[in-house]
């Protein structure tokens, strides 16, 4: 088990290859400084709402290598897209653990759930022997209005912008309530 010390969440178990089916890539996580490898347009996704979250500390992709054995006894591994690391508040009662993520589109999980059921229900042993939560992240979950604030935001994350202007763009929002963009 790799764990995560200072902030720093520790290189994937496996690389993420080139792959002509579906879009692969990498898209900045800015915890790590680090490029970050997608196997689908919705782990991209997923992966820009856990970049964007204030209250993700980090997050790896291909975290851990599952082992796990079939009803016949057969061997097979299981390596789950993401573990997020949560901030830890000393001052809150509650703590939020670890989660390991599974992302996968609800078509693909209703045709090959007898499939993935071993390996899902292995993550979720594996998770609770960790002391973390297991998850399947669908484009309900991902694919939603915030994703489309967090695609326009994250580019003006780290502009430094003059306190007047700060001020005078919060006033003329409380002005008009409700603006788009563009208004503004």
Not at 113 to 141: I, N, P, S, V
Request: some cysteine.
């Amino acid at each position: 088990m790799r764990l995560v010390s200072n902030g720093v969440c520790p290189m994937p178990i496996r690389i993420v290859p080139k792959n002509y089916r579906n879009l692969t890539g990498l898209v900045y996580n800015s915890r790590t400084s680090t490029m970050t490898a997608f196997e689908s347009s919705l782990e991209r996704d997923f992966l820009l709402l856990l970049d964007f979250d204030p209250e993700v500390e980090c997050f790896e992709e291909q975290p851990v290598k599952i082992i796990y054995h079939d009803d016949n006894g057969r061997r097979h591994t299981y390596t789950p897209d993401v573990l997020v690391h949560y901030h830890v508040d000393k001052t809150s009662v509650s703590v939020h653990p670890p989660v390991l993520c599974e992302v996968k589109y609800r078509d693909d999980l209703r045709q090959h759930w007898r499939e993935y059921k071993g390996k899902f229900t292995a993550a979720r042993r594996y998770a609770r022997e960790h002391g973390w939560c297991f998850r399947l992240m669908t484009e309900r979950e991902i694919r939603t209005p915030y994703l489309d604030n967090v695609k326009f935001l994250r580019h003006y994350r780290h502009i430094n912008v003059e306190t007047a202007h700060v001020h005078g763009l919060l006033e003329r929002l409380r002005v008009l309530r409700e603006t788009t963009p563009e208004e503004l």
